[in-house]
């Protein structure tokens, strides 16, 4: 039977955590995979066509492997079939690989909902030089580290898929919204970041 994601999100990061634990555990003791399905191998293969695009999504780990491949699945399901979409579906997480245990992942929900200032400081102080996001996050105490890569994933992930070769908009979709002038509408590359964004939220 397929597990109902709790929709508060506080809730569904201590979810992610029993899940975590779960996929550590041997099956007798009521351990879960916590590997691909053969059916979301073969997705991610025909999505990130080139070795380094693979390489990328294989440096992940296994759970936000995982929760890409639903978020794919997600976008499929809603008739969504754009190239770039997908590929960022499948990449929006991946620099988090650099240091986001999950310990980390649940004091940030929950620094969120109930101390966003102290958050923040702890995300952006020392604030990373732009030009060197990874070196310097890298050098951030290990406590730390997390916090900033919460802060700056969507820049450094972005900056791994023009690496490794995906599509432009793929990295523009993984960077996340941009500033608009007010009263712009829409447009197509903002209504595929909606669908992205909608997709994460419902994994």
Known sequence: MMQTRPSHPVVYRVYQLVVAIRTS???WAGGVSATLSPADARLVSTILTSPDQQALFN???SNDQRHAAAVARTLQAAGHTDPALMQAALLHDA???ISQPLFHRVAIVLLEAFWPVALARL????APDQEDLETIIRQISWWRRPFAVHTYHPEIGAAWARKA???PLAARLILGPQDKPAGEPDTPEAN?????QWADNKN
Do not use: I, N, Q, V
Not at 123 to 126: A, C, D, I, K, V
Not at 192 to 196: D, G, K, N, P, R
């Open 25 to 27: 555990l041997p099956s």
């Open 59 to 61: 440096r992940m780990p």
């Open 95 to 97: 620099a988090k690989s």
């Open 123 to 126: 995300g952006t102080e020392p």
């Open 165 to 167: 070769g995906c599509h």
């Open 192 to 196: 595929l970041l909606a669908a992205l």
